[in-house]
């Protein structure tokens, strides 16, 4: 999918975050979101995602060339981020199954496929979410993002709560994962996050 920003402003009460925002967001880059905490770097993504709308300027979405409505950008975008919370309530089966009615896996994956990538033990499959460490929380929020069938995957600070191991098993998912025609964003400060992107974006050029 094609996401182009046009003059795109968003402002809170009277602090305006982002101003006078070009972008055109093209399928096949990965673009890296770089700048200080606080700076806007997650109100972009929302943007980009369609969750939240801008106070001034247009978005426009388009696959194949055609125009996308805003109300079904959804069925396009996977996202992962600090702020986005797991049901905690759900079994990881539950989670999977859950997330799946809403966003199906990429081609060739089912959810016992997926549990295997996690590499989690097989007790885990009978726990629920809240009773998994803050780095298994990480990996399956990562994991239903980069594994779904979406044109766009947007990730936020995503080696949070990562060891040295879930960044590696975390660069793993995107090689397999994310194919020439998929946009992907990160956001973050954090090098290791950024690897594998190409062009750059610094949040402190969209802020005058």
Known sequence: MRIELTGIGKRFRWEWILKNVNLDLQPGQAYAVTGPNGAGKST????????????????????????????????????????????????????????????PLRDGLDASGLMDLLGFPASARKKQVRHFSSGM?????????????????????????????????????????????????????VEVDLAFCGPRINILDLKS
């Open 44 to 103: 972009l993504l929302k943007l980009i995602s369609g969750h939240l709308t801008p106070s001034k300027g247009k978005i426009r979405f388009s696959l194949d060339q055609s125009p996308i409505e805003i109300n079904k950008v959804f069925r396009q975008v996977a996202y992962a981020a600090p702020y986005i919370e797991l049901i905690e309530e759900f079994t990881l089966p539950e989670s999977i199954l859950f997330h799946h009615k809403f966003q």
């Open 137 to 189: 929380k990480q990996r399956l929020k990562l994991a239903l993002s980069i594994c779904s069938r979406t044109s766009v995957l947007l990730l936020d600070e995503p080696s949070t709560n990562l060891d040295t191991q879930g960044v590696e098993w975390f660069h793993g998912l995107i090689r397999d994962f994310t194919g020439p025609e998929r946009l992907v964003v990160v956001a973050s400060n």
